[in-house]
């Protein structure tokens, strides 16, 4: 039986979102990535300027407030928590069978989701 033009309407429009979701998905997992990654090259760097610290005998500060900010909220853990609770990714996407009781009527066209 083919679908009408209401029934494709929604398969296009939802595969459309559903690749929008995904390509979010990479780039946040990218994201989380370079930012647990800075964050670990913040903790590093704290480390060094302590060690200077004491050998010197300076009270240079070990942190910025942007890295002591994000570490004292624990994002790094936090984020690492959630990239690795994500890992199986976004639930299957199924397709619903719409009822064809439209009588074949498309929705007005919509800028965002054509």
């Given amino acids: 039986m083919a679908l009408t033009g209401y029934q494709l309407q929604y398969k296009r429009r939802m595969k459309k979102a559903l690749a929008l979701r995904a390509k979010a998905d990479r780039q946040a997992r990218f994201l989380v990535a370079r930012l647990a990654t800075v964050l670990a090259l913040g903790e590093t760097a704290a480390d060094h300027i302590g060690r200077i610290n004491t050998l010197y005998g300076t009270n240079m500060s070990l942190r910025t407030d942007l890295v002591d900010g994000y ?5 790094a853990a936090a984020l690492n928590q959630v990239a690795g ?8 996407a199924v397709f619903v069978n719409l ?5 074949d009527a498309m929705l007005p066209p919509d800028a965002d989701l054509d």
Wanted: proline content about 11%; cysteine-free; hydrophobic content about 40%.
């Fill in 71 to 75: 570490r004292l909220a624990g994002t």
């Fill in 85 to 92: 609770a994500s890992l199986g990714g976004a639930p299957a």
């Fill in 99 to 103: 009822p064809a009781t439209s009588g």
